[in-house]
């Protein structure tokens, strides 16, 4: 269903009025904080991904229903604080849409999406209160796969990549030496040390061959719970338990899972 603009406005309006009711007469919304608030931002923000994931069309609405809830709640608390409210989020992010955008809204001429991330860079390091720094917009908290490719598209945008794309597997040679080095030397500090080198190299190359290495690993996560959930199930079915069968008799239940999976 399509709706109007005003139709838009109006749903959006009748949130805000609910919130501002729900403010003042529940016990649980009035009590809550910026800092209450945040776990369960965070839940939900990943509970929409993976809807996302699933492509579940109608869990996405429901997620999404659930995070703007919270951004509406921190821009109610921030209009009882008398710092700002929910125009002023929206009035700012407008602002930043349009100045992030001169390709657009403006005379800047761009060829294609990467000029754009090029531009936005440069862009974000003259904003206001922006960027001082090119790395300085990755967040500190961001889980370290998903920091390291947004760390890797950062520099990439300034031009700090590879000549030629095929170049990054050298790198991903060389830091499989070095794990190996590490471990038949047994340190423990080192390896670690070149185990990171070695997933940074990888996330790179995934970035380089247009793979979001998030999306990749938890797609294996994914496929490897179905097939071991296969396995436990089969087991259990036949009357065994898994630490009393070998590893060829697991083996032998995982291929069935893989045989069903391509059927």
């Not at 967040?139 to 000549?163: C, H, T, Y």
């Not at 990054?168 to 038949?184: H, L, N, P, Q, T």
């Not at 047994?186 to 080198?197: H, L």
Request: glycine fraction near 4%; hydrophobic fraction near 40%; charged fraction near 35%.
């Amino acid at each position: 269903m399509k709706h109007s603009r005003e139709e838009k406005i109006e749903a959006l309006g009748k949130v805000i009025d609910t919130l501002d009711i729900l403010r003042v007469e529940c016990p649980w919304d009035r009590k809550q904080t910026n800092e209450s608030l945040r776990p369960n931002t965070i839940e939900e923000v990943y509970e929409l991904c993976e809807a996302l994931l699933n492509s579940d069309k109608a869990n996405i609405k429901k997620e999404l229903g659930d995070v703007l809830l919270h951004i509406l709640f921190y821009s109610k608390i921030g209009e009882e604080s008398g710092d700002f409210d929910i125009a002023d989020v929206a009035e700012a992010l407008n602002a930043k849409l349009i100045f992030r955008h001169p390709h657009v809204i403006g005379d800047t001429k761009v060829n294609d999406s990467h000029d754009v991330e090029q531009n936005w860079e440069q862009i974000k390091l003259k904003e206001k209160g922006g960027n001082k720094t090119v790395l300085a917009g990755v967040p500190k908290s961001l889980p370290a796969m998903i920091k390291a490719d947004r760390i890797q598209e950062k520099a990439s945008n300034v031009g700090f990549d590879w000549d030629e794309r095929s170049q990054v597997w050298d790198k991903v040679r060389e830091e499989i030496g070095e794990v190996a080095k590490e471990i038949d030397a047994m340190s423990q500090d080192r390896m670690e040390a070149e185990f990171g080198d070695l997933f940074f190299s990888l996330v790179n190359a995934a970035r380089l061959y247009g793979v979001n290495p998030e999306n990749a690993l938890e797609r294996t996560n994914q496929k490897f719970i179905s097939r071991f959930n296969y396995v436990e199930a089969a087991a259990k079915k036949a009357g065994r338990n898994l630490r009393e069968m070998t590893l060829a008799e697991m083996d032998e239940l995982w291929n069935e899972a893989k045989s069903i999976e391509q059927n």
